[in-house]
């Protein structure tokens, strides 16, 4: 089954096709799963490290998992080619799995370990379920159903980051531990279900090789921009408007979240039927604009980037990954997912990191207005040289 996007206009039947089908429905429950497991602990690990080491301890756990999240990203198509898919979804939620039981260790380095084989384990099962998918979802359909099965990894973002410090403070390390371990040892019985999907077709490439750069920066570009800006917003909206209460910023996150995860979806109907170039470059703008309105004081504006940074942002996943595939080999499709991926997690973290650095030159509002001309600057260059040529 050939998983390469299509510009072409959709059918006027294409709107009956049914694009939750069983098989997409079981592979989100994995996924449902896995991340709420992951989640959970993203949140409430953070906390138990600074008690053993502090503030840079908190910093060294999240830092260590996403290290090894990319690194695992990266090579995932090569342990797919190698093992078959199921058995690299096995590998990799079983690798997310047993860490659970030792994560809230009183040894750093053991906590930190932890971490690192969590993140390896994620990277895999990203990057193996986002090729799946891709095969999975009816063709004049694709990204439509590909921003559905995006909802299962953001419902757990939503509700199960919140309730990470909640449940350690509640349930105590070995209850918030069992938690995790539960969802995700049903992820893996589930996978049981999931179909091991179409082998790489050998005449058109191999599965692990990665698609040329000039097909790949302009969207790259623009899911990164959105991801800087909903890393940075996530690490220092608290910082940079102590004007705020909790609840506030809790609202504020939320939005951001709820917008993204509705906004993929709904914009997979429009990006099948007309195609991602307009919709990367709404993105871009959106993007920007939304970290601009973080800079101003008061909670109106603060609230309206936080809205439109997470439409841009989810507008941004859809349109790259339907460019990515579109303009790739069929077989080629892992390798995209290790890429697209890639790019959505490492953004996430210079969000925070880059950000972070201006704010100590600059403080937080001329930060944010730093990063929006940095951010400016960054995709026009990535469209003049790159994103012209992009598909209608």
Known sequence: MSIAATATPVP????????LTPAILTLAGVMLTAMGSFYLLLSAIPTHAAALGGASAAGLSTGALMATTI????IAPRVI?????????????????????????????LLLATCAA??????????AACGLAAQLAPPARRTEALGAFGVASAIPAIVAVPLGPYALATLGPGGTAGIAAAFAVAALLTVALVPE????????GHASSFPPLRVTVWPITVLALGAVVV?????????????????????ALLLQALFAGCARWVAGRPIDQHGPRGAL??????????????????????????????????????ASLCRLLAQTKPAQADAVGALWNGAYDAGLGIGGMALGGLAAVLGYTLSFLAAGVILVLLAGAAFVRFGKRSIA
Do not use: N, W, Y
């Open 12 to 19: 006027s039947d294409a709107s009956r096709t049914a694009i």
């Open 71 to 74: 690194i695992g990203e990266l």
């Open 81 to 109: 080619v190698k093992v078959g898919r199921r058995r690299a979804l096995a590998a990799a939620l079983l690798t997310m799995a047993l860490p659970c039981l030792a994560t809230f260790s009183s040894s750093l380095a």
């Open 118 to 127: 969590r993140g390896f384990g994620l990277g895999i099962l990203l990057v």
């Open 197 to 204: 999907g179409s082998p790489a077709p050998r005449d058109t």
């Open 231 to 251: 890393g940075a917003a996530i690490t220092f909206l608290p910082l940079a408007h102590p004007e705020f209460d909790q609840a506030t910023i809790m609202i």
């Open 281 to 318: 470059i709404a993105a871009a703008g959106l993007s920007i604009a939304g970290l601009l309105c973080l800079a101003v004081p008061g909670a109106f504006a603060v609230m309206i980037g936080m809205a439109v940074s997470g439409i841009a942002f989810g507008v941004a996943q859809s």
